[in-house]
């Protein structure tokens, strides 16, 4: 399982560009216990051998998969 403090801490890294989001744009919420997701991007980032994989080519690519959609585990291959 990934640190709380660091899921704390990180943010969608094409959110947090973000000017119209308040004032902490690109948070992430962890669903499935192996994906972060950003509400303000709609990115999805997995979690793969508890590391975050926030690679702005991978969130993209989770963009359009509805969250209940989303693979479990994440495919080790993103």
């Known amino acids: 399982m990934v640190n709380q403090e660091l899921l704390e801490m990180l943010r969608c890294p094409v959110a947090v560009h973000y000017t119209d989001k308040g004032n902490d744009p690109g948070q992430l919420e962890l669903v499935h216990d192996c994906w972060?997701?950003?509400a303000d991007s709609g990115y999805k980032y997995p979690i793969i051998d508890d590391i975050p994989v926030m690679l702005v080519e991978v969130g993209e690519k989770y963009k359009d998969v509805a969250v209940k959609d989303?693979?479990?585990?994440?495919p080790a291959d993103v």
């Open 36 to 38: 972060l997701v950003c």
């Open 70 to 74: 989303l693979p479990v585990p994440p």
